[in-house]
């Protein structure tokens, strides 16, 4: 039944050990967003593909990549953690264009860095 | 640029009472607005939307909010907290591709 699923749920990873978080979709939307939420924060917009063109947010560090091979999933790399990147990852899909707006989340792959 | 704000940061409110979390934005145009609830350790879940029309929209679990475009205002209300509704609010704006969240109400019920 679950529509955008985040795997794993909880990930823990070295310190500059490269990881990767997935995420898959069963809604068909043209849109998938990483967002990183910080405790008691916002979740703040990392990126998003939009079909395959993937769109950067400016202050996104070069230390986060991503990857659609196709239009259900999306990844989410990080190639050398620091300390600061522990936090809850947010993994959303829109369907896109002028009659899209609404994000569909899943339920989030919470990072701790050792 | 895009902007929302929520005012207060954490609120208690008795079971049974009646609830109000604010919520201020700054765009550019007609905005489309959002609230959305996370329980601890999970994604966010979409309460309710205001794109167009009725400025009263109704939401699920209860929940309704008013845009009022004079104040910039989408307030988020319920007319009787249950103690399932403990959990962080998020105010949001925006379309596909560019929406901006509020910093969050952390809601508290007390029995």
């Known amino acids: 039944d679950a529509m955008v699923i985040q ?3 909880y ?3 070295q310190f500059g050990k490269p990881v990767t978080l997935s995420c898959s979709q069963t809604l068909n939307h043209n849109v998938m967003y990483w967002y990183q939420q910080k405790s ?15 769109n950067n947010e400016a202050d996104t560090p070069d230390n986060f990549q991503s990857r659609r091979p196709n239009t259900s999933f999306c990844f989410l790399d990080i190639r050398s953690p620091g300390l600061g990147d522990a936090a809850m990852y947010l993994c959303a899909t829109s369907r896109g264009g002028l009659s899209g707006g609404i994000q569909y989340f899943g339920a989030g792959t919470r990072l701790s860095v050792l | ?3 929302v704000t929520q005012p207060d940061i954490h609120i208690t409110v008795s079971e049974g009472a009646s609830l109000e979390l604010r919520c201020n934005y700054s765009y550019g145009a007609t905005p489309y607005l959002f609230w959305y609830v996370q329980s601890p350790g999970q994604g966010l879940q979409l309460l309710l939307k205001y794109f167009s029309g009725d400025t009263l929209v109704q939401g699920i679990k209860g929940f309704e909010a008013e845009f009022k475009r004079s104040q910039s205002s989408f307030n988020l ?12 609010y998020f105010c949001a704006v925006g379309a596909s591709g560019d929406m901006r969240f509020g910093a969050g109400t952390r809601l508290t019920v007390k029995p």
């Open chain 2, 1 to 3: 640029a895009q902007s």
């Open chain 2, 77 to 88: 209300r319920k007319p009787s907290v249950h103690w399932s509704d403990a959990a962080e």
């Open chain 1, 7 to 9: 795997n794993p749920r």
């Open chain 1, 11 to 13: 990930q823990v990873t």
């Open chain 1, 40 to 54: 008691s924060q916002a979740p703040k917009l990392l990126f998003h593909y939009y079909d395959k063109d993937f």
